[in-house]
C-alpha cells in the first residue's frame, strides 16, 4: 500500500510536470530523449564518448545482473519484475552499444525516444523496487550511474555545461517531487504511520539517486569537456602547423625558383624556349606538390597520380597517344597504394623520356587484388640485361617484389608493365557518381 501510494505520487507529478511543460526549456526532456536526436555522426565516434558508453553499458549489464541474481535465486517469486527490468534495461542499452560499434542510431525522432525511454526508465525503476528490498535497495547504484552518464554525453552533444546544483533546486522544485512528498504525507496519514518508514526510506534512496545520477554526469561532463578542448585544441595546433609549412614552402621553393627564373632573364640572354622550360620544371614542381597533399588526404583517384606525370611529358613535346580510360582513371586508392602508383608512375615516364620516346601510350587495369600500369614508349628498347642494380627500375621491381615488373622490348621500343598489389579496391566511379 505504502509503495503504491508513492508510486501514485510519482506518477501524478510526472503527469504534472506533462501537463504544465514545466521542464526548464525542455532540458529534462533532452535528457530522457538521449543523445541520438542531438548528436551527430562524428560526435557518436570520438573516442571519449566511446568510452562513457563503455562505463554506461556496464553499469547497465550490473544492474541486470543484480535484478536477475536476487529475482532468480533470492526470491524465485519475483522472475517476472526481472524480466520487466530486462526489457527496459535492454532498450536503455541500444544506444550506448550502437555507438560502440560505430553505427546510427535506431531513430533521431525526439517524441519516438521521449516516450520509449521515458517507459524504458519506468520499467526498471518499478523491476528494482520490486526486486530488491531493505539494504539491498544499495544494489540500486549502477541504474542513476548509467543515467547520470548517459546524462552527460546528451549534454555533450548538445553543448550544455552541466551545472549539478541547479538542476538540484529545479529537482527539488518539480511537480514530480512535490508528487512524491505527497504519497509520504498521505502513507503517514492514512495508515497511522505504520509502514510510513518504508515510503521515508524510498524517499530518502530517490534523493540519493538523484544526487549520484547528477554527480556523475556532472564529472564525466567535466572530463568530456577536458578531452574535448584537448582535442580542439590539438587541431588548431595542426592547423597551425600546417599553415607555417605551407608558408615556408610558398617561400622557400615556389618563390625562390619564381626569382630563379626572374633573375635568369633578366641578366642572361636567354630564349623565350628556354624560359617556356624553366615554367614547365616549375609547374611540374606545383602538380607534384598538389599530388603529396592529396596524398595526406588519405585517398587519391588513380586519375589524380597520373596526371602530372602525363602533362609532364606533354610539356617536353611528347605525344601521348592514349591514357587510361575513365573507369580505370575514376579508381580510389587509398596513400600507401597511391604513393607507389606514383612512384611506379615517374620511374616509368621517365625512363621513356631519358630513352628519347616522343610517344607514349599510359594504360591502366585492375582488379580486386591488383592493378597493373603499362607504359609503351617508342625508344630504342632495353632488355633484361640493361636493369642495373641500384637504378630506379631495378629498386622498384625489389620493391613490387617477384613478377612486379614485366619488360617486353623491340627495336621498335618497348612496354613496361607493373603490378601492384591493391589491399582492398576501395571504390569505383559507379560509387563516386551514382
Known amino acids: 500500500m505504502s509503495i503504491r ?12 510536470q506533462v501537463g504544465t511543460g514545466a521542464f526548464s526549456g525542455g532540458t529534462w526532456i533532452a535528457l530522457i530523449a538521449g543523445g541520438a536526436p542531438w548528436t551527430t555522426d562524428d560526435q557518436r565516434s570520438w573516442p571519449a564518448h566511446r568510452l562513457a558508453c563503455v562505463l554506461e553499458v556496464w553499469a547497465l549489464l550490473s544492474a541486470l545482473l543484480t535484478l536477475w541474481a536476487v529475482g532468480a535465486f533470492v526470491d524465485d517469486g519475483k522472475l517476472v519484475p526481472a524480466l520487466i527490468g530486462t526489457v527496459g534495461i535492454m532498450i536503455l542499452l541500444t544506444d550506448p552499444l550502437l555507438r560502440l560499434w560505430n553505427r546510427r542510431p535506431i531513430t533521431r525522432s525526439v517524441a519516438i525516444n521521449l516516450g520509449v525511454r521515458a517507459i524504458a526508465l ?4 518499478l523491476a528494482m523496487l520490486s526486486v530488491l528490498s531493505g539494504w539491498m535497495l544499495v544494489m540500486t547504484l549502477p541504474v542513476p550511474i548509467a543515467v547520470g552518464t548517459d546524462g552527460a554525453l546528451t549534454a555533450d552533444d548538445l553543448g550544455w555545461r552541466l551545472d549539478p546544483l541547479h538542476w538540484w533546486r529545479e529537482f527539488l522544485v518539480s511537480g514530480f517531487h ?8 498521505a502513507s503517514w496519514l492514512v495508515r497511522d504511520g505504520s509502514g510510513a518508514g518504508v515510503v521515508v526510506r524510498i524517499f530518502l534512496l530517490m534523493h540519493a539517486l538523484v544526487i549520484v545520477t547528477l554527480l556523475t554526469a556532472w564529472i564525466l561532463a567535466v572530463i568530456l569537456r577536458k578531452f574535448n578542448d584537448e582535442r580542439i585544441r590539438l587541431i588548431s595546433y595542426v592547423k597551425e602547423d600546417e599553415r607555417r609549412r605551407r608558408a615556408h614552402w610558398l617561400h622557400d621553393d ?33 602538380r607534384l606538390r598538389q ?24 610539356n617536353l613535346g611528347v605525344d601521348i597517344d592514349s591514357v587510361p580510360a575513365f573507369e580505370q ?8 597504394e597511391a604513393r607507389l602508383l606514383a612512384r611506379v608512375a615517374s620511374v616509368l615516364t621517365s625512363n621513356a623520356l631519358n630513352a628519347g620516346s616522343t610517344r607514349l601510350s599510359i594504360a ?3 582488379t580486386a587484388t591488383r592493378l597493373r600500369l603499362s607504359v609503351r614508349d617508342d625508344g630504342p628498347g632495353f632488355g633484361e640485361r640493361d636493369v642495373q642494380p641500384g637504378r630506379g627500375l631495378w629498386v622498384l621491381r625489389e620493391e613490387l617484389k617477384p613478377g612486379g615488373i614485366e619488360i617486353d622490348s623491340s627495336a621498335s621500343g618497348s612496354t613496361v608493365v607493373a603490378t601492384i598489389a591493391l589491399e582492398e579496391r576501395s571504390r569505383l566511379v559507379d560509387d563516386l557518381v551514382g
Do not use: K, M, W
Open 329 to 336: 582513371a575514376a579508381l580510389v586508392l587509398n596513400e600507401p
Open 5 to 16: 501510494a508513492c508510486v501514485s505520487g510519482c506518477a501524478c507529478g510526472i503527469l504534472y
Open 122 to 125: 519506468t520499467f526498471v525503476g
Open 291 to 314: 599530388l603529396d597533399e592529396l596524398f595526406v588526404a588519405g585517398s587519391v583517384r588513380a586519375a589524380e597520380v597520373l596526371q602530372p606525370y602525363i602533362r609532364h611529358a606533354q
Open 364 to 366: 591502366l587495369d585492375s
Open 254 to 286: 615556389v618563390c625562390a625558383q619564381i626569382r630563379l627564373v626572374s633573375l635568369r632573364v633578366q641578366t642572361q640572354a636567354i630564349p623565350a624556349g628556354q624560359v617556356v622550360h624553366l615554367l614547365d620544371e616549375l609547374d611540374h614542381q606545383l
Open 178 to 185: 512535490f508528487g512524491v512528498i505527497g504519497a509520504v504525507v
